[in-house]
T-cell receptor, first 119, second 111 residues
């Protein structure tokens, strides 16, 4: 059990619609990142949230937005869906360390993902 | 630009064969390197990670990887694979916050 839970596990949307995906981080974790994994590709970083603020963003358009709540859970929103948004969306959680995100003791945990199909 | 390349897209081995999966990275500054595995229908799991120190890193399930700075490589190895190692393997490089993944290698181990 990864400890990171995502919902829904599968969903189908129509082009132009909007979607919200949810993530609960592993207990005790305060940092949430979102990744998009298209079929046959490796995950691509969308953005990261810490202390309810987006603090780094990958190369994704503004149609992709997010939110982090006081309990550290997070949402990913995608507006005006395109066929190309069909992918597995992964949530990753970790604990921010004093020395920075990638201190050697800081392990990143991934959820099982939400499969989004846009038709 | 940061990038990670995995040379082998699909590898088929027989049980007990040795495994080596290639990974090259292009990264400015301090780089942290990871190998993740994704079994069918399961979440990404960390196999091993390199931050500093001994360039030969041992991970779970008998996997190891060697960081060769001069070659910008971080290849994954296992001396004897099992059928249960059938999965997709991802190499990743991390900067301060985000991970950059390679496109993955699908490993199929035949009994």
């Amino acid at each position: 059990d990864a400890g990171v839970t995502q919902s829904p596990t599968h969903l189908i949307k129509t082009r132009g619609q909007q979607v919200t995906l949810r993530c609960s981080p592993k207990s005790g974790h305060d940092t949430v990142s979102w990744y998009q994994q298209a079929l046959g590709q490796g995950p691509q970083f969308i953005f990261q949230y810490y202390e309810e603020e987006e603090r780094q963003r990958g190369n994704f358009p503004d149609r992709f937005s997010g939110h982090q709540f006081p309990n550290y859970s997070s949402e990913l929103n995608v507006n005006a869906l395109l066929l190309g948004d069909s992918a597995l969306y992964l949530c990753a959680s970790s604990l921010e360390a004093v020395r920075g995100f990638y201190s050697s003791g800081n392990t990143i945990y991934f959820g099982e993902g939400s499969w989004l199909t846009v038709v | 630009a940061q990038s990670v390349s995995q040379h082998n897209h699909h590898v088929i081995l027989s049980e007990a064969a040795s495994l080596e999966l290639g990974c090259n990275y292009s990264y400015g500054g301090t780089v942290n390197l990871f190998w993740y595995v994704q079994y069918p229908g399961q979440h990404l799991q960390l196999l091993l990670k390199y931050f500093s120190g001994d360039p030969l890193v041992k991970g779970i399930k008998g996997f190891e990887a060697e960081f060769i700075k001069s070659k910008f490589s971080f290849n994954l190895r296992k001396p004897s694979v099992q059928w249960s190692d059938t999965a997709e393997y991802f190499c990743a490089a991390g900067g301060r916050r985000a991970l950059t993944f390679g496109s993955g290698t699908r490993l199929q181990v035949q009994p």
